[in-house]
Nanobody, 128 residues
Framework: QVQLVESGGGLVQAGGSLRLSCAAS????????MGWFRQAPGKEREFVAA????????YYADSVKGRFTISRDNAKNTVYLQMNSLKPDDTAIYYC?????????????????????WGQGTQVTVSS
C-alpha cells in the first residue's frame, strides 16, 4: 500500500510563494510517476503538474507554466511543488498523486484516473 502525505499549504497574499511537499512510502518511489492536482470549491479536480518516473520529465498545466515548478528527490521519497507569483485563482485543495505508469502521451499524466494513490490534500488560499 502506498501512503502520500502532503504538507506546506497555507494562506498567502497574491504574488507570494509557497512550496508544497508530498512524502511517499510503501513503494519504490523512483518507479512512480508523481502528479499534483487541485480542486477548488464547486469545481472538478484539475491537473497542475507531473514528473515522470524514469526521465524526470516535467509536465505543467498552461495555467501554471512559468510560475510553478515540480521536482522530486528520490533519496527522500518526496516530490515538491514550488509555487511562485500566486494568484487568487490558485486557491484550492492541492492533492499529490502517484502510480507506476509510463505516460504514452503528455495527456496521460493529466488524467486523474491514471493515478491509484492519492494524499489527503493540503489547502492553499491566496488572498487578493
Amino acid at each position: 500500500q502506498v501512503q502520500l502525505v502532503e504538507s506546506g499549504g497555507g494562506l498567502v497574499q497574491a504574488g507570494g510563494s509557497l512550496r508544497l511537499s508530498c512524502a511517499a512510502s510503501g513503494r519504490t518511489f523512483s518507479s512512480t510517476t508523481m502528479g499534483w492536482f487541485r480542486q477548488a470549491p464547486g469545481k472538478e479536480r484539475e491537473f497542475v503538474a507531473a514528473i515522470g518516473r524514469l526521465s524526470g520529465r516535467t509536465y505543467y498545466a498552461d495555467s501554471v507554466k512559468g510560475r510553478f515548478t515540480i521536482s522530486r528527490d528520490n533519496a527522500k521519497n518526496t516530490v515538491y511543488l514550488q509555487m511562485n507569483s500566486l494568484k487568487p485563482d490558485d486557491t484550492a485543495i492541492y492533492y499529490c498523486a502517484s502510480d507506476e505508469f509510463v505516460p504514452a502521451s503528455d495527456s496521460d499524466v493529466q488524467l486523474p484516473n491514471q493515478y491509484n494513490y492519492w494524499g489527503q490534500g493540503t489547502q492553499v488560499t491566496v488572498s487578493s
